[in-house]
């Protein structure tokens, strides 16, 4: 059973310092995904990664993908109050051909203070 | 070209009463997914549908909750005699048939349906 593990699984920054969420998986898949989640709302996409070595980066949020760790990144730069949310990774069950079923982490809430 | 489209955002059933979530997705999507959120939690896979066919169920409670999505209209989760614990929030997402780059591989979700079972 493919098993997705987030750490922290809460981080409370500070504006303007550097952070990292840590997502592991434990057997091999072939697409990962970052999920942003504000209370009471839907998952925004951020990120998929779709090979090892895969970098992606959008404004303070930077994601990577090491399929061999079986490990992805999210990288948070200078931290910004709207990133106030709560950050899932979901892993893609391989072998399910072109569809995608995810595991998806416990999340990890980051909450920005002053 | 509209999202993910579920309905009703929010539902409030007294126990033993059934439940009926709507979703239809994304225009050019053939595949549907249902997950549960659960409070605090991460969502869990449900069911997994295209038009007229359950492909994968294998995380849908075995008892009183069934899933469908027919030729025409939208794809409905059905909850019979519902109880507390099923009180959560119910998302469904869609993908296009042949992902292909980035955006072809990426899930979409709707805006979630919350279950509150009284």
């Known amino acids: 059973e493919l098993k997705v593990e987030q750490n922290p699984l809460f981080l409370s920054m500070q504006e303007g310092k550097n952070y990292t969420i840590y997502c592991n998986y434990s057997t091999t898949s072939d697409r990962l995904y970052w999920y942003r989640q504000d209370p009471g709302k839907s998952l925004e996409s951020l990120f998929v990664l779709l090979s090892n070595g895969a970098v992606k980066q959008e404004g303070r949020l930077m994601a990577s993908l090491d399929t061999k760790a079986r490990l992805s990144t999210l990288h948070i730069t200078a931290a910004v109050h709207d990133l106030s949310a709560t950050y899932f990774c979901a892993v893609n069950i391989i072998n399910t051909g072109t569809a995608s079923k995810l595991t998806f982490g416990t999340g990890t809430r980051l909450q920005v203070t002053l | 070209n509209a999202g993910v489209m579920q309905n009703p955002r929010h539902l409030v059933r007294r126990r033993g009463q059934e439940a009926r979530l709507r979703c239809s997705p994304m225009k050019g999507h053939s595949h549907v997914y249902w997950y549960r959120q659960l409070p605090e939690e991460g969502l869990k896979f449900m069911v997994y549908l295209q038009k007229e066919n359950i492909i994968d169920e294998s995380g849908m409670p075995k008892e009183r909750f069934s899933a469908e999505f027919p030729k025409e209209g939208p794809s409905i989760l059905r909850i019979q005699q519902v109880v507390r614990g099923d009180s959560a929030a119910y998302f469904c997402?869609?993908?296009?048939?042949?992902?292909?780059?980035?955006?072809?591989?990426?899930?979409?979700f709707g805006e979630g349906s919350w279950l509150t079972v009284v």
């Open positions: 997402a869609s993908s296009p048939p042949n992902p292909v780059g980035d955006s072809g591989n990426t899930i979409y």
